[in-house]
């Protein structure tokens, strides 16, 4: 790796789009929730690659949506599965990643207890991590229900963040968007988030 790049990329917040959904629901919630606290991402796709929003300087994301990559070397990132994962999912998570998984993912969960990785579970069980301790047509109040150990090594503790949402978002994605955004270390305005 370039010298620069791998500088760069460092100092970046890496997350890796595990398995498959029909539409791109997840992704999209993810880039909805990183243009809200002003952040920026770099897209690796399948053939594309793309700075969102356009023009952005200094990215806080490297998004590797990419199932051609099969090994990660990095320090530290985030594994984020969607709600379908290959029966054999090939890639190999690095042990100091977290993973987010939808609760009801059990593919996902087999995968990850032969792997090591930490595991933070969303769902509407008050046994995940994250969960909605209130939820309406267009709002929602998302529930850190223990604490965690961030990316940077910072302690986060069990919070409440508001949220507003349109249709076009599952309560999946709206919840581990959240959990992409709270390992991150992102600043979440106290107002909450808006998924639009």
Not at 50 to 66: E, H, T, W, Y
Request: glycine share 6%; charged share 20%.
């Amino acid at each position: 790796m370039l010298p620069l790049f791998k500088r760069m990329v460092n100092n970046m917040n890496i997350v890796l789009m595990c398995g498959h959904e029909t539409g791109d629901e997840t992704i999209n919630t993810l880039f909805s929730a990183i243009r809200f606290v002003h952040s920026c991402a770099i897209h690796i796709g399948e053939e594309t690659f793309s700075i969102i929003p356009p023009k952005a300087k200094n990215p806080d994301f490297v998004i590797i949506d990419n199932k051609k990559i099969k090994n990660i070397h990095t320090k530290s990132g985030i594994a984020l599965f969607r709600k379908e994962i290959e029966p054999k999912h090939e890639i190999v998570i690095p042990p100091s990643f977290f993973a987010i998984i939808d609760s009801d993912n059990t593919k996902a969960a087999d995968l990850l207890s032969s792997q090591g990785n930490q595991t933070i579970t969303c769902g509407l069980s008050q046994k995940d991590t994250i969960t909605f301790s209130s939820l309406e047509n267009d709002r929602a109040v998302v529930s850190l229900q223990r604490g965690l150990v961030a990316l940077d090594g910072s302690e986060i503790l069990p919070v409440e963040i508001p949220v507003t949402f349109n249709t076009t978002h599952s309560e999946y994605a709206i919840l581990a968007s959240t959990a992409v955004l709270l390992l991150s270390g992102a600043a979440i305005p106290e107002s909450g988030l808006e998924f639009m």
